[in-house]
Protein backbone atom coordinates (compact mmCIF):
# COMPACT_ATOMS: atom_id res chain seq x y z
CA UNK A 1 0.00 0.00 0.00
CA UNK A 2 1.17 3.49 -0.80
CA UNK A 3 1.44 6.15 1.32
CA UNK A 4 3.40 8.98 0.77
CA UNK A 5 6.89 9.36 2.29
CA UNK A 6 6.59 11.97 5.52
CA UNK A 7 9.34 13.54 7.51
CA UNK A 8 9.47 10.16 9.36
CA UNK A 9 10.81 8.13 6.93
CA UNK A 10 14.36 8.29 6.28
CA UNK A 11 15.36 7.49 2.67
CA UNK A 12 18.18 4.85 2.14
CA UNK A 13 19.51 3.80 -1.25
CA UNK A 14 20.37 0.11 -0.82
CA UNK A 15 22.38 -1.04 -3.86
CA UNK A 16 22.40 -4.37 -4.77
CA UNK A 17 25.02 -6.14 -6.56
CA UNK A 18 25.65 -9.79 -8.08
CA UNK A 19 27.44 -10.59 -4.67
CA UNK A 20 24.90 -9.55 -2.80
CA UNK A 21 22.40 -11.57 -4.73
CA UNK A 22 24.89 -14.43 -3.94
CA UNK A 23 24.70 -13.22 -0.38
CA UNK A 24 21.07 -13.25 -0.29
CA UNK A 25 19.99 -16.49 -1.57
CA UNK A 26 23.28 -18.32 0.25
CA UNK A 27 21.21 -17.76 3.62
CA UNK A 28 19.36 -20.30 5.05
CA UNK A 29 16.45 -19.11 7.57
CA UNK A 30 14.84 -21.34 10.11
CA UNK A 31 11.35 -23.00 9.50
CA UNK A 32 9.00 -21.97 12.38
CA UNK A 33 5.68 -23.69 13.47
CA UNK A 34 2.31 -21.96 13.67
CA UNK A 35 -1.59 -22.81 13.33
CA UNK A 36 -4.73 -20.89 13.01
CA UNK A 37 -8.53 -22.86 13.34
CA UNK A 38 -10.29 -21.59 10.44
CA UNK A 39 -13.46 -23.23 8.88
CA UNK A 40 -11.04 -24.58 5.74
CA UNK A 41 -7.33 -23.37 5.90
CA UNK A 42 -4.33 -25.40 4.69
CA UNK A 43 -1.76 -25.77 7.15
CA UNK A 44 0.18 -27.75 4.45
CA UNK A 45 2.15 -24.57 3.99
CA UNK A 46 2.34 -22.62 7.19
CA UNK A 47 5.97 -23.34 8.16
CA UNK A 48 7.16 -22.85 4.60
CA UNK A 49 5.08 -19.42 4.23
CA UNK A 50 6.14 -18.07 7.83
CA UNK A 51 9.91 -19.14 6.94
CA UNK A 52 9.84 -17.32 3.43
CA UNK A 53 8.36 -14.48 5.07
CA UNK A 54 10.75 -14.06 7.94
CA UNK A 55 13.93 -14.35 5.83
CA UNK A 56 12.64 -11.43 2.89
CA UNK A 57 11.55 -9.25 6.28
CA UNK A 58 14.93 -9.43 7.12
CA UNK A 59 16.39 -8.15 4.35
CA UNK A 60 14.41 -5.86 2.69
CA UNK A 61 14.85 -3.91 -0.67
CA UNK A 62 13.76 -0.12 -1.84
CA UNK A 63 11.51 0.11 -4.52
CA UNK A 64 13.29 -0.81 -8.08
CA UNK A 65 16.26 -2.37 -5.92
CA UNK A 66 14.40 -5.44 -5.16
CA UNK A 67 17.24 -7.25 -6.77
CA UNK A 68 17.77 -10.41 -3.89
CA UNK A 69 14.01 -10.85 -3.21
CA UNK A 70 13.62 -11.52 -7.13
CA UNK A 71 16.76 -14.17 -7.21
CA UNK A 72 14.93 -15.79 -4.07
CA UNK A 73 11.82 -16.17 -5.74
CA UNK A 74 13.50 -16.84 -8.80
CA UNK A 75 15.17 -20.11 -7.03
CA UNK A 76 11.94 -20.89 -5.97
CA UNK A 77 10.10 -20.83 -9.05
CA UNK A 78 13.14 -22.72 -10.64
CA UNK A 79 13.29 -25.19 -8.01
CA UNK A 80 9.40 -25.72 -8.48
CA UNK A 81 10.43 -26.55 -12.21
CA UNK A 82 8.75 -23.29 -13.49
CA UNK A 83 9.79 -21.09 -16.65
CA UNK A 84 9.40 -17.40 -16.39
CA UNK A 85 10.05 -14.23 -17.31
CA UNK A 86 12.13 -12.32 -14.91
CA UNK A 87 13.92 -8.63 -15.25
CA UNK A 88 10.15 -6.81 -16.34
CA UNK A 89 10.04 -3.51 -14.58
CA UNK A 90 13.72 -4.03 -13.79
CA UNK A 91 13.41 -6.52 -11.13
CA UNK A 92 9.49 -8.07 -11.27
CA UNK A 93 9.04 -11.44 -12.56
CA UNK A 94 6.02 -13.23 -14.53
CA UNK A 95 4.88 -17.19 -14.40
CA UNK A 96 2.85 -18.39 -16.35
CA UNK A 97 1.40 -21.71 -15.21
CA UNK A 98 -1.22 -23.71 -17.85
CA UNK A 99 -3.81 -25.99 -17.21
CA UNK A 100 -3.18 -27.25 -20.81
CA UNK A 101 -7.21 -26.74 -21.51
CA UNK A 102 -8.72 -23.87 -22.82
CA UNK A 103 -9.97 -21.34 -20.57
CA UNK A 104 -8.94 -17.50 -19.36
CA UNK A 105 -6.10 -16.49 -17.84
CA UNK A 106 -6.14 -14.80 -13.91
CA UNK A 107 -3.33 -12.60 -13.01
CA UNK A 108 -2.68 -13.43 -9.04
CA UNK A 109 -0.38 -10.44 -7.75
CA UNK A 110 2.40 -9.80 -5.07
CA UNK A 111 4.10 -6.62 -4.33
CA UNK A 112 7.78 -7.09 -3.68
CA UNK A 113 9.39 -3.97 -2.19
CA UNK A 114 10.16 -2.00 1.08
CA UNK A 115 10.05 1.34 2.61
CA UNK A 116 12.92 3.47 3.76
CA UNK A 117 11.92 3.06 7.72
CA UNK A 118 14.15 2.38 10.06
CA UNK A 119 13.03 -0.90 12.33
CA UNK A 120 12.47 -0.43 15.74
CA UNK A 121 11.06 -4.57 16.52
CA UNK A 122 13.39 -6.60 18.65
CA UNK A 123 13.11 -9.52 16.55
CA UNK A 124 15.19 -12.21 15.50
CA UNK A 125 13.80 -11.81 11.60
CA UNK A 126 14.22 -7.54 11.74
CA UNK A 127 16.13 -6.11 9.02
CA UNK A 128 19.22 -6.54 8.65
CA UNK A 129 19.58 -3.45 6.41
CA UNK A 130 19.37 -0.36 8.46
CA UNK A 131 16.79 2.48 7.16
CA UNK A 132 14.97 0.22 5.29
CA UNK A 133 12.18 -2.28 6.44
CA UNK A 134 9.07 -4.13 5.30
CA UNK A 135 6.97 -1.93 7.03
CA UNK A 136 3.83 -3.20 4.91
CA UNK A 137 3.82 -6.42 4.48
CA UNK A 138 4.73 -7.00 1.37
CA UNK A 139 6.96 -9.52 2.01
CA UNK A 140 4.02 -11.46 3.60
CA UNK A 141 2.62 -11.10 -0.24
CA UNK A 142 4.98 -12.27 -1.58
CA UNK A 143 5.79 -15.25 0.63
CA UNK A 144 2.11 -16.10 0.05
CA UNK A 145 2.25 -16.01 -3.92
CA UNK A 146 5.74 -18.31 -3.59
CA UNK A 147 3.34 -20.30 -1.44
CA UNK A 148 0.52 -20.53 -4.35
CA UNK A 149 3.72 -21.38 -6.47
CA UNK A 150 4.01 -24.60 -4.56
CA UNK A 151 0.53 -25.81 -4.44
CA UNK A 152 0.21 -25.49 -7.83
CA UNK A 153 3.13 -28.07 -8.32
CA UNK A 154 1.68 -30.38 -6.25
CA UNK A 155 -2.17 -30.17 -7.26
CA UNK A 156 -2.48 -28.12 -10.36
CA UNK A 157 -5.64 -29.39 -11.83
CA UNK A 158 -7.58 -29.03 -8.53
CA UNK A 159 -6.89 -25.42 -8.28
CA UNK A 160 -6.57 -24.73 -12.49
CA UNK A 161 -9.27 -26.87 -13.44
CA UNK A 162 -8.87 -24.80 -17.10
CA UNK A 163 -7.21 -21.76 -18.24
CA UNK A 164 -4.12 -20.38 -16.79
CA UNK A 165 -2.73 -18.57 -13.84
CA UNK A 166 -0.13 -16.02 -14.08
CA UNK A 167 1.91 -15.42 -10.87
CA UNK A 168 3.39 -11.85 -10.96
CA UNK A 169 5.81 -10.91 -8.09
CA UNK A 170 5.83 -6.60 -8.82
CA UNK A 171 8.15 -4.27 -8.03
CA UNK A 172 8.11 -0.34 -6.49
CA UNK A 173 4.71 -0.49 -5.38
CA UNK A 174 5.38 2.16 -2.82
CA UNK A 175 5.28 4.70 -4.74
CA UNK A 176 7.02 3.63 -7.58
CA UNK A 177 4.17 2.92 -10.30
CA UNK A 178 5.65 -0.87 -10.63
CA UNK A 179 2.06 -1.69 -12.00
CA UNK A 180 1.96 0.50 -14.36
CA UNK A 181 5.79 -0.33 -15.51
CA UNK A 182 4.92 -3.71 -15.88
CA UNK A 183 1.85 -2.64 -18.01
CA UNK A 184 3.31 -0.32 -20.01
CA UNK A 185 6.11 -3.07 -20.98
CA UNK A 186 3.15 -5.80 -22.18
CA UNK A 187 2.60 -8.02 -19.40
CA UNK A 188 -1.43 -7.60 -19.76
CA UNK A 189 -1.13 -8.21 -23.45
CA UNK A 190 1.36 -10.68 -23.97
CA UNK A 191 -0.17 -13.64 -21.57
CA UNK A 192 -3.88 -12.34 -23.12
CA UNK A 193 -5.07 -11.58 -19.17
CA UNK A 194 -8.65 -11.51 -18.49
CA UNK A 195 -8.89 -10.49 -14.43
CA UNK A 196 -6.83 -9.93 -11.57
CA UNK A 197 -6.78 -10.70 -7.90
CA UNK A 198 -4.51 -9.38 -5.21
CA UNK A 199 -4.54 -9.34 -1.22
CA UNK A 200 -2.52 -7.78 1.72
CA UNK A 201 -2.41 -8.05 5.43
CA UNK A 202 -4.39 -5.67 7.14
CA UNK A 203 -3.61 -4.42 10.92
CA UNK A 204 -7.26 -3.09 10.80
CA UNK A 205 -8.94 -6.03 10.54
CA UNK A 206 -8.40 -8.93 13.13
CA UNK A 207 -6.63 -12.20 11.87
CA UNK A 208 -9.24 -14.49 10.92
CA UNK A 209 -10.96 -12.04 9.11
CA UNK A 210 -11.23 -11.01 5.46
CA UNK A 211 -12.06 -7.85 4.39
CA UNK A 212 -13.43 -7.05 1.26
CA UNK A 213 -16.10 -4.63 -0.86
CA UNK A 214 -17.79 -4.13 -3.99
CA UNK A 215 -16.59 -1.19 -5.95
CA UNK A 216 -14.28 1.84 -4.30
CA UNK A 217 -12.29 -0.04 -1.72
CA UNK A 218 -8.64 2.18 -1.74
CA UNK A 219 -8.22 6.09 -3.23
CA UNK A 220 -6.62 7.39 -5.71
CA UNK A 221 -3.42 9.10 -4.75
CA UNK A 222 -2.60 12.58 -6.67
CA UNK A 223 0.56 14.64 -5.21
CA UNK A 224 0.68 18.63 -5.56
CA UNK A 225 3.19 21.40 -5.68
CA UNK A 226 2.00 25.10 -6.03
CA UNK A 227 4.78 28.00 -6.50
CA UNK A 228 3.02 31.25 -6.15
CA UNK A 229 5.60 34.38 -7.69
CA UNK A 230 4.32 37.61 -5.74
CA UNK A 231 6.36 40.84 -5.46
CA UNK A 232 8.53 40.65 -2.18
CA UNK A 233 9.01 43.75 -0.16
CA UNK A 234 8.95 45.22 3.06
CA UNK A 235 6.60 44.25 5.25
CA UNK A 236 5.70 48.17 7.10
CA UNK A 237 4.59 48.92 3.15
CA UNK A 238 2.34 45.77 1.41
CA UNK A 239 0.77 48.49 -0.59
CA UNK A 240 4.00 48.22 -2.95
CA UNK A 241 3.86 44.17 -2.79
CA UNK A 242 1.90 41.05 -3.93
CA UNK A 243 2.01 38.89 -1.25
CA UNK A 244 2.61 35.38 -1.63
CA UNK A 245 1.99 34.08 1.63
CA UNK A 246 -1.71 35.52 1.21
CA UNK A 247 -2.33 34.48 -2.03
CA UNK A 248 -1.58 30.77 -0.40
CA UNK A 249 -3.80 31.33 2.29
CA UNK A 250 -6.45 31.76 -0.15
CA UNK A 251 -5.64 28.67 -1.59
CA UNK A 252 -5.71 26.91 1.13
CA UNK A 253 -9.01 27.71 2.27
CA UNK A 254 -10.76 27.79 -1.28
CA UNK A 255 -9.04 23.91 -1.90
CA UNK A 256 -11.43 22.43 0.39
CA UNK A 257 -14.11 23.15 -1.93
CA UNK A 258 -13.59 20.31 -4.14
CA UNK A 259 -14.92 18.56 -0.92
CA UNK A 260 -17.24 20.64 0.23
CA UNK A 261 -18.85 22.09 -3.00
CA UNK A 262 -17.80 19.74 -6.01
CA UNK A 263 -17.86 15.79 -4.48
CA UNK A 264 -21.12 14.56 -4.20
CA UNK A 265 -21.70 14.06 -0.23
CA UNK A 266 -22.06 10.24 -0.48
CA UNK A 267 -19.00 9.99 -2.00
CA UNK A 268 -15.60 10.84 -0.51
CA UNK A 269 -12.61 13.26 -1.18
CA UNK A 270 -9.57 14.72 0.83
CA UNK A 271 -7.22 17.39 0.02
CA UNK A 272 -4.66 18.10 2.19
CA UNK A 273 -1.75 20.36 2.43
CA UNK A 274 0.52 19.19 4.09
CA UNK A 275 3.28 21.71 3.42
CA UNK A 276 3.48 26.05 3.09
CA UNK A 277 7.13 27.73 3.06
CA UNK A 278 7.62 31.04 2.42
CA UNK A 279 9.86 33.36 3.74
CA UNK A 280 12.58 33.65 6.36
CA UNK A 281 12.33 37.14 7.89
CA UNK A 282 9.91 38.86 10.40
CA UNK A 283 9.58 42.20 8.46
CA UNK A 284 9.96 41.00 4.83
CA UNK A 285 7.23 40.13 2.49
CA UNK A 286 8.78 37.44 0.44
CA UNK A 287 8.46 37.03 -3.59
CA UNK A 288 7.39 33.50 -3.52
CA UNK A 289 5.60 30.89 -1.33
CA UNK A 290 5.17 26.87 -1.90
CA UNK A 291 2.59 24.59 -1.20
CA UNK A 292 2.57 20.83 -1.43
CA UNK A 293 -0.04 18.15 -0.70
CA UNK A 294 -2.43 15.61 -1.58
CA UNK A 295 -5.48 14.96 -3.32
CA UNK A 296 -7.28 11.47 -2.74
CA UNK A 297 -10.96 10.67 -4.69
CA UNK A 298 -12.47 7.32 -4.22
CA UNK A 299 -14.51 7.15 -7.32
CA UNK A 300 -13.78 6.96 -11.23
CA UNK A 301 -15.98 10.32 -11.21
CA UNK A 302 -13.77 12.29 -8.90
CA UNK A 303 -11.08 10.86 -10.27
CA UNK A 304 -11.29 12.52 -13.42
CA UNK A 305 -12.51 15.72 -12.29
CA UNK A 306 -10.07 16.76 -9.28
CA UNK A 307 -7.03 17.89 -11.61
CA UNK A 308 -8.99 20.57 -13.86
CA UNK A 309 -11.20 21.53 -10.19
CA UNK A 310 -7.82 22.00 -8.66
CA UNK A 311 -6.05 23.55 -11.31
CA UNK A 312 -9.38 26.20 -12.06
CA UNK A 313 -9.44 27.11 -7.97
CA UNK A 314 -5.59 27.76 -7.69
CA UNK A 315 -5.03 29.89 -11.20
CA UNK A 316 -8.39 32.65 -10.15
CA UNK A 317 -7.06 32.85 -6.87
CA UNK A 318 -3.37 33.45 -7.70
CA UNK A 319 -4.60 35.76 -11.08
CA UNK A 320 -7.51 37.88 -8.75
CA UNK A 321 -4.24 39.00 -6.46
CA UNK A 322 -1.94 39.45 -9.74
CA UNK A 323 0.30 36.68 -8.90
CA UNK A 324 1.76 34.03 -10.75
CA UNK A 325 1.77 30.26 -10.28
CA UNK A 326 3.39 26.99 -11.13
CA UNK A 327 1.45 23.85 -10.98
CA UNK A 328 2.55 20.38 -10.89
CA UNK A 329 -0.22 18.26 -10.04
CA UNK A 330 1.21 14.22 -10.76
CA UNK A 331 -0.92 11.31 -10.71
CA UNK A 332 0.52 8.13 -8.69
CA UNK A 333 -2.50 5.76 -8.86
CA UNK A 334 -5.75 5.51 -9.67
CA UNK A 335 -8.52 4.81 -6.87
CA UNK A 336 -8.84 0.75 -6.61
CA UNK A 337 -12.10 -0.09 -7.95
CA UNK A 338 -13.54 -4.17 -7.22
CA UNK A 339 -15.21 -5.55 -9.94
CA UNK A 340 -18.69 -6.66 -8.61
CA UNK A 341 -18.09 -11.03 -9.98
CA UNK A 342 -14.42 -10.89 -8.94
CA UNK A 343 -15.40 -9.46 -6.01
CA UNK A 344 -17.84 -12.28 -5.57
CA UNK A 345 -15.39 -14.96 -6.24
CA UNK A 346 -13.68 -14.27 -2.95
CA UNK A 347 -16.23 -13.44 -1.00
CA UNK A 348 -17.63 -17.08 -1.72
CA UNK A 349 -13.63 -17.98 -1.06
CA UNK A 350 -13.25 -16.69 1.96
CA UNK A 351 -16.66 -17.95 2.81
CA UNK A 352 -15.18 -21.70 2.34
CA UNK A 353 -12.22 -20.51 4.24
CA UNK A 354 -13.38 -18.72 7.62
CA UNK A 355 -17.14 -18.32 7.17
CA UNK A 356 -19.52 -15.77 6.33
CA UNK A 357 -19.41 -14.26 9.36
CA UNK A 358 -16.12 -13.56 9.18
CA UNK A 359 -16.56 -11.77 6.18
CA UNK A 360 -16.57 -8.03 6.84
CA UNK A 361 -16.20 -4.31 5.20
CA UNK A 362 -15.79 -2.81 8.66
CA UNK A 363 -11.95 -1.76 8.09
CA UNK A 364 -11.91 -2.49 4.45
CA UNK A 365 -11.99 0.92 2.92
CA UNK A 366 -9.27 3.22 3.49
CA UNK A 367 -7.82 6.34 1.78
CA UNK A 368 -4.58 5.02 1.26
CA UNK A 369 -3.39 4.05 -2.40
CA UNK A 370 -2.41 0.98 -3.98
CA UNK A 371 -1.06 0.59 -7.67
CA UNK A 372 -2.50 -2.69 -8.12
CA UNK A 373 -5.28 0.05 -9.11
CA UNK A 374 -3.38 0.18 -12.46
CA UNK A 375 -4.51 -3.43 -13.31
CA UNK A 376 -8.04 -3.19 -11.97
CA UNK A 377 -8.14 -0.03 -14.25
CA UNK A 378 -7.72 -2.55 -17.10
CA UNK A 379 -9.20 -5.84 -16.46
CA UNK A 380 -11.84 -6.38 -13.90
CA UNK A 381 -10.61 -8.13 -10.78
CA UNK A 382 -10.43 -7.55 -6.75
CA UNK A 383 -8.18 -6.40 -4.36
CA UNK A 384 -8.63 -7.68 -0.47
CA UNK A 385 -7.56 -7.22 2.93
CA UNK A 386 -6.49 -10.17 5.12
CA UNK A 387 -6.75 -9.33 8.73
CA UNK A 388 -3.63 -9.65 10.46
CA UNK A 389 -4.17 -7.68 13.79
CA UNK A 390 -3.57 -9.45 17.02
CA UNK A 391 -3.78 -7.45 20.21
CA UNK A 392 -3.34 -10.49 22.43
CA UNK A 393 -0.03 -10.98 20.56
CA UNK A 394 1.04 -7.29 20.42
CA UNK A 395 0.32 -6.96 16.84
CA UNK A 396 -1.83 -3.54 16.84
CA UNK A 397 1.13 -1.07 15.01
CA UNK A 398 -0.43 0.47 12.00
CA UNK A 399 1.02 -0.29 7.90
CA UNK A 400 3.98 2.62 7.53
CA UNK A 401 5.48 2.31 11.75
CA UNK A 402 8.19 1.60 12.57
CA UNK A 403 6.92 -0.88 14.61
CA UNK A 404 5.11 -2.52 12.02
CA UNK A 405 4.25 -6.19 12.54
CA UNK A 406 1.80 -8.95 12.13
CA UNK A 407 0.31 -12.23 13.14
CA UNK A 408 1.35 -14.71 10.96
CA UNK A 409 -1.61 -16.91 11.42
CA UNK A 410 -2.73 -14.66 8.55
CA UNK A 411 -0.29 -16.04 5.84
CA UNK A 412 -2.01 -19.76 5.30
CA UNK A 413 -5.65 -17.82 5.54
CA UNK A 414 -4.29 -15.61 2.72
CA UNK A 415 -3.13 -18.67 0.59
CA UNK A 416 -6.36 -20.58 1.38
CA UNK A 417 -8.38 -17.62 0.03
CA UNK A 418 -6.35 -17.30 -2.64
CA UNK A 419 -6.57 -20.79 -3.96
CA UNK A 420 -10.29 -20.82 -3.52
CA UNK A 421 -10.47 -18.00 -5.66
CA UNK A 422 -8.29 -18.94 -8.63
CA UNK A 423 -9.94 -22.17 -8.62
CA UNK A 424 -13.65 -20.94 -8.63
CA UNK A 425 -12.88 -17.97 -11.24
CA UNK A 426 -11.37 -20.63 -13.94
CA UNK A 427 -13.40 -23.30 -13.11
CA UNK A 428 -16.21 -20.55 -14.09
CA UNK A 429 -14.71 -19.01 -16.71
Given amino acids: MFCPQSSAFRPLNVLCSEE ?15 GASMKSVSSLRTEELVTYRRFLHKHPELKYDEKGTSAYVAKHLTSLGYSFQDGIATTGIACLIDS ?8 VRADMDALPIFEENKVDYASVHKGVMHACGHDAHTSVLMGLASDLKEDLAAI ?53 VDGPMMAAVDEFT ?30 QSIVSRNTDPLDSCVVTVGAFHSGNAFNVIPET ?4 GTVRTFTKEMFDKA ?6 IVENIVGSFGATVAIRYDRTNAPTINHPYVTSIVRRAADTVVGQGNITEEGAK ?11 MR ?29 ESALPIGLSVLKEAVRLYLEEN
Fill in 20 to 34: KKEDFLAMSPVPWRI
Fill in 307 to 312: PDLFRR
Fill in 289 to 292: AELK
Fill in 226 to 255: VTITGISGHGAMPQHTVDPILVGSHIVTAL
Fill in 366 to 376: TMGGEDFSAFL
Fill in 160 to 212: VPKGRVLLVFQPAEEGGQGADRMIEEGILEKYDVSAAIALHVWNHIPVGKIGV
Fill in 100 to 107: GKPGKTLI
Fill in 379 to 407: VPGCYFFVGSMNPSKGFIHPHHSSKFDFD
